[in-house]
Each structure stands twice: as C-alpha cells, then as structure tokens.
C-alpha cells in the first residue's frame, strides 16, 4: 500500500509503469476500475463533452468562461498538461490543490492494486472522484484521444456533446481515412442528447450526421444551424435566436473565431445569452495557442535584439494552416520558427502552410521526451517544403543564435505541447 504522505508526482511516476503502452484505447479497464470505486462517473454535475481534432482545448476555455461569467462554478478536465499536472483537474474554477490530488491518487492506487491501468485511464479516474466530492453547476471533459474508447467516454449521459473540427491525426489509433476518424470522434453522442458540431469537411459531417440519426441526437451544426464570422474588427454569432455583435477572441488567430462559435452554440443551447456570449470571447484564457511570452529568461535573451517570442502547441496539419493563418493576419514582421516535433506526427503536412509566411526554421529536438522527432529529421522536412532550415542544440541556443542574427524579428516556438509545456517551465 503506497503511503498518503507521497507526493502526486511520485504517485503518477509509479502509474506509468502499470501498463506497457502509454496509450491503450479500451473501456473495460476503466469501466472495472470506476466500479470499483463506486462509479462517480454518474454522479457528476452536468458534463458537456468534447471530442475533434483541433480545438477542443481552447474551445472548452470558453465555455468555461461564458459559464463563470454567468456566475457557475464549473469543474474542467483536460489534456495534456503544459507545466505541472494539476493543470488537467480544475475543480470549481481553481487548480485542484496538491494535498487533495495526492490523496485521491493514493486512493485510486490502492483500490488498483497493481492491475494494468494506463496513465491517462487512472488520472481520469481520480478528475471523476474529485468531480463528485466538490459541488459545481457544470463539469466539462475534454476527450483525450478519439472519442469512442477514450477514458472520458463513460458518461452515460451527458447534457452536451461537442465535436471540434475534425482532421487526420493519430492515424495509428484512430484510421487512415476522415470518415474513420470522424466515426471515433461521433463515438461520444449519446442517445437524445444535443451535440454541437464545428465546422466540418462534408466526409466528416456525413458520419457524425449518420450516427446522430440512428441515436436520434439532435445536431446544431456550423454552417447550418448558427455562423460566426470576422467583421470588422469584431466577430457576429448568428442563430435562430438572433444575431451578437462581439469583438475578437482574446485568443488569436482566425481559427479561434470558428472555436468561439462553438461555444457560444453551445452556451446558448444551455440557455445562456448574450453576456455569456462576451465573457466567452473576452475571458479565455489558453496557454500555448500563439501566447506572447512577456517574462522570463528566454523572452530577456530575445528582447536583447528587439525580438517577440510567440509559443504555440500545434502539431498536425490543421494545427499548421491555424498558425500560417494567424502569422498572416498579424502586423508585418519577419517571422522564424524554433520546431520541436513529435515522430508520430505528418511532419511535412505541419509544416507546409508555414513555409508561406515564415523566413526560416531552427529545429531541436524536444529534451526527456522518447518520442521526439530527432532535430536533423525536422530540419530536413522543413527544407522538403521550400522552409530554410538549421538546427541549434536547444531552445535557448535557437533563440539567442536568431535574435542575434535577426534583430526586431518576431521568434515562434512551435511544432508540440509537450515541447511548449517544457518552455513554459524553464521560462518561469
């Protein structure tokens, strides 16, 4: 039996080596590790679930925004972390507490006893049981992978489902083709419960049309039911309830005015209006989705020769044309990239739209991660898509060698989370 006095980082250290594989889609060891912790799944405060490709992430952090501005208290599970763990659990609103996210792991652990679990099953059992033990009005799940055998896909009965634009990513757990992808992802409508549904390829939109009919859960669809486009210097959402005039998300990027949409459909179908629509626009807030760095050692380096420093998570092709998009919308500058990959990932697909709007790109390999793309591999499928490409040692070495030999230059860390989560731990 592991002692309560351990810390969570200890615990999760030694859930790692419960399974072999890291990622392992399946319900059953879940489904026998929630009973036997009484099943607190189904005793949540109302969930809205969210599956898609891109998106999900920033599109649950307005939700979560629109919610606390109508005065809720909402819980918040997500995936992955950037800096610290507990970034996965909110409870309330608040970070859950170190104290409580040891004892729950420590429970958990017990009541396993040692059977195959992985990672990501385990933690998401311990986010419902410390859901069930605070009171909250809504409790929103972000599906870690897929949708159909994610661990979040447990709940019964959710009030709200939700599916991002869905694109190919994970072709090794998911499919090699849309349709496959999008039928993974439409695994988390359930039988009469609303879904909201993003903009969709029409090879993905017919799927989650498909499988909503033979459950008889009603859609409200981009493009159909509700639009939300850039005017101005402002974004309108329009439904059959009327027409919002709102300003930009505070999260940049042209793709976020799409994510906006999403949630603002999805605040309005819970009933909320016009006010929930602002403080979903004007709130949110989402590390790692083209953040200006403004603080810390890295960002002095970069200052130093009057560059910005960017850092953006992204890591498919959808996530590549995001920031392309957003690069091309921003004020004039020349642009270079710091890339970090995964081997997992379409690497050239990634890196294609930038090849448009950047000048160069300084690729490294991502530290204490097994599955980074080595430096030299990045480099060369940058210069495969037309990207001039050199690689540098690590981060800081990127950035110091660019901001020295391009001063007033804007610097973007990109290419993975788990390479941005790195920075924003070393960088304060």
């Given at each position: 039996?592991?002692?309560?006095?351990?810390?969570?980082?200890?615990?999760?250290q030694r859930?790692m080596?419960?399974?072999?594989?890291?990622?392992?889609?399946?319900?059953?060891?879940?489904?026998?590790?929630?009973?036997?912790l009484?099943?607190p799944?189904?005793?949540?405060?109302?969930?809205?679930?969210?599956?898609?490709?891109?998106?999900?992430?920033?599109?649950?952090?307005?939700?979560?925004?629109?919610?606390e501005?109508?005065?809720?208290?909402?819980?918040?599970?997500?995936?992955?972390?950037?800096?610290?763990?507990?970034?996965?659990i909110?409870?309330?609103?608040?970070?859950?507490?170190?104290?409580?996210?040891?004892?729950?792991?420590?429970?958990?652990?017990?009541?396993?006893?040692?059977?195959?679990?992985?990672?990501?099953?385990?933690?998401?059992?311990?986010?419902?049981?410390?859901?069930?033990?605070?009171e909250?009005?809504?409790?929103?799940?972000?599906?870690?992978?897929?949708?159909?055998?994610?661990a979040t896909?447990?709940?019964?009965?959710?009030?709200?489902?939700?599916?991002t634009?869905?694109?190919?990513?994970?072709?090794?757990?998911?499919?090699?083709t849309?349709?496959e992808?999008?039928?993974?992802?439409?695994?988390?409508?359930?039988?009469?419960?609303?879904?909201?549904?993003?903009?969709?390829?029409?090879?993905?939109?017919?799927?989650?049309?498909?499988?909503?009919?033979?459950?008889?859960?009603?859609?409200?669809?981009?493009?159909?039911?509700?639009h939300?486009?850039?005017?101005?210097?402002?974004?309108?959402?329009?439904?059959?309830?009327?027409?919002?005039?709102?300003?930009l998300?505070?999260?940049?990027?042209?793709?976020?005015?799409?994510?906006?949409?999403?949630?603002?459909?999805?605040?309005?179908?819970?009933?909320?209006?016009?006010?929930?629509?602002?403080?979903?626009?004007?709130?949110?807030?989402?590390?790692?989705?083209?953040?200006?760095?403004?603080?810390?050692?890295?960002?002095?380096?970069?200052?130093?020769?009057?560059?910005?420093?960017?850092?953006?998570?992204?890591?498919?092709?959808?996530?590549?044309?995001?920031?392309?998009?957003?690069?091309?919308?921003?004020?004039?500058?020349?642009t270079?990239?710091?890339?970090?990959?995964?081997?997992?990932?379409?690497?050239?697909?990634?890196?294609?739209?930038?090849?448009?709007?950047?000048?160069?790109?300084?690729?490294?390999?991502?530290?204490?991660?097994?599955?980074?793309?080595?430096?030299?591999?990045?480099?060369?499928?940058?210069?495969?898509v037309?990207?001039?490409?050199?690689?540098?040692?690590?981060?800081?070495?990127?950035?110091?060698r660019?901001?020295?030999?391009?001063?007033?230059?804007?610097?973007?860390?990109?290419?993975?989370?788990?390479?941005?989560?790195?920075?924003?731990?070393?960088?304060?």
């Amino acid at each position: 039996m592991s002692a309560p006095t351990d810390h969570s980082d200890a615990i999760l250290q030694r859930v790692m080596g419960l399974h072999p594989k890291i990622i392992d889609l399946s319900l059953d060891r879940m489904l026998r590790l929630l009973g036997d912790l009484g099943n607190p799944q189904d005793r949540l405060p109302p969930v809205i679930h969210i599956a898609g490709t891109n998106g999900k992430g920033s599109t649950l952090a307005m939700i979560r925004a629109g919610l606390e501005t109508a005065g809720k208290r909402v819980h918040a599970y997500t995936s992955p972390h950037l800096a610290r763990f507990h970034e996965r659990i909110r409870l309330a609103g608040t970070l859950i507490p170190e104290a409580e996210l040891a004892d729950i792991l420590t429970e958990i652990e017990d009541v396993n006893a040692g059977r195959s679990i992985t990672f990501f099953e385990l933690t998401t059992a311990a986010a419902f049981l410390a859901f069930e033990r605070q009171e909250a009005d809504f409790t929103l799940l972000e599906v870690g992978l897929g949708g159909r055998l994610d661990a979040t896909n447990v709940v019964s009965s959710p009030t709200l489902t939700i599916i991002t634009p869905v694109s190919i990513d994970h072709t090794q757990y998911l499919g090699d083709t849309l349709p496959e992808i999008a039928a993974e992802k439409a695994g988390i409508l359930k039988h009469g419960v609303p879904c909201i549904v993003g903009k969709q390829d029409d090879a993905a939109l017919q799927v989650i049309e498909a499988r909503a009919a033979r459950l008889s859960s009603p859609l409200i669809t981009a493009g159909q039911h509700w639009h939300a486009a850039a005017d101005g210097d402002g974004m309108i959402f329009q439904d059959e309830r009327g027409l919002v005039d709102l300003p930009l998300p505070t999260l940049r990027g042209p793709h976020q005015i799409d994510n906006a949409g999403t949630a603002i459909a999805a605040l309005r179908t819970l009933g909320f209006g016009a006010d929930e629509a602002l403080g979903a626009v004007t709130r949110a807030e989402w590390p790692a989705r083209m953040q200006r760095l403004r603080m810390g050692p890295l960002v002095d380096i970069a200052a130093q020769n009057g560059c910005e420093l960017w850092l953006d998570g992204g890591h498919n092709a959808a996530g590549g044309q995001a920031v392309a998009a957003t690069l091309a919308a921003m004020p004039e500058r020349p642009t270079h990239l710091i890339c970090g990959m995964l081997n997992t990932k379409d690497v050239a697909g990634y890196l294609r739209p930038l090849a448009a709007v950047a000048q160069s790109l300084t690729a490294v390999s991502i530290p204490q991660e097994l599955n980074t793309l080595p430096a030299n591999e990045t480099r060369a499928a940058a210069a495969s898509v037309g990207l001039p490409a050199s690689e540098a040692d690590d981060v800081t070495q990127a950035v110091r060698r660019l901001a020295q030999e391009n001063p007033g230059a804007r610097l973007l860390i990109c290419g993975s989370l788990y390479l941005a989560g790195q920075v924003l731990q070393e960088n304060g």
